[in-house]
C-alpha cells in the first residue's frame, strides 16, 4: 500500500474514531481494551478493499462489534481467578473521547451503572442492547452486523432488556440528584457520620469494590444500608486522612478519592427516589491510568 494510500486509510477511521471508541468500550466495560480493538480493526480496514466498502461506518462497525466479542468471549476464563469483583474501567468524559455527549440517551449508555449491569449478558444479547439502545440502529442493520436475522436480534434484545430491567429502574436519578447524594455521602463519610450515611443509602443498596487484587478493597458485595454506611465510615471516617477530587467520569459525577498511601479510588454511585442505590468503587489501578 502506497504511503498516500495509508493516509486516506487513516483518515477514513479517525472521521469515525469517536463512534467506534464509544461503540467498543460500551461492549467491553475497558478503554484499554476498545483502543486495542481499534487498533485492530485499523490493520483489518488497511488491508480491506475499501473501493468495495459502500458506508465505511457500517463496515467500521461491523469489524469493531465482532472483535469485541470475540473478547467478551474469551475473557471469561480469566475473570474466574480476577480478585474480588470486576468493575468496568472508568472513563473521563470532560471533554469526552466518545464524541458529543449532549443526548441524555448516549450519556446513560455509559453510567458505572449500566455498564455493570452489562455484564449479566451473554455476548451477542450485549451487542445487540449496545447497537439498538444505544446508538439506535434498526434491526435489520444489527443482524448484518452480527449475520443474524432480523428476528434473531429482536429476540435478544428483549431478553437483555429483560435481564437488566428490573435493576435499571434502579438508578433513574438524574446528574443535579446524584451530585447532591455523592456530595452529602462523602462529607458524611468524613464527619463518620453513621445516621447521615444510612438516610442517604436505600435499604436494599450495594456496594461493589474492584481493587484486582492490587490496593485494599472488600472482596465481596456490600449490601443494605447500614453494611454501606459502616464500610465507607470505617475506610474514610475520622482520623483516616484523605483527599477528594470531584471528577466527572462516563457522563456522571464522581470523586477521586486519594488515600494517604497514594492508592486513589474512584467512586461513581447510582440512586433512585432520593436514595443511592448502588456506589462502585475502582482502585484497580490498572484501571486509573489516567488518574496517575
Known sequence: MTTAGATQAAGALDAHRPMLLGLAYRLLGSRHDAEDVLQEAYLRWLGADRAAVAEPRRYLSRV??????????ARRASRET??????PEPVPTAPSPFGPLDAVELRDSLSTALLHLLERLTPPERA????HTAFDLPYAEIAGILDRS????????HRAA????????????DRAEQERLLDAFL?????????????LVAADATAWSDGGGRVKAARNPVSGADRVARFFAGLYGPGREF???RVELNGQPAALVT?????TYALTVGAAGGRITGLYLVGNPDKLRWAA
Open 64 to 73: 469493531v462489534t465482532r472483535l469485541a466479542l470475540d473478547r467478551l468471549r
Open 82 to 87: 480476577y480478585v474480588g469483583p470486576w468493575l
Open 128 to 131: 445487540v442492547y449496545v447497537l
Open 150 to 157: 432480523v428476528a434473531d436480534c429482536r429476540q435478544l434484545h
Open 162 to 173: 429483560a435481564r437488566i430491567g428490573q435493576d435499571r429502574r434502579r438508578f433513574t436519578a
Open 187 to 199: 462529607a458524611a463519610a468524613r464527619d463518620g457520620d453513621l445516621a447521615a450515611l444510612t438516610g
Open 243 to 245: 483527599t477528594v477530587r
Open 259 to 263: 488515600r494517604p498511601d497514594g492508592a
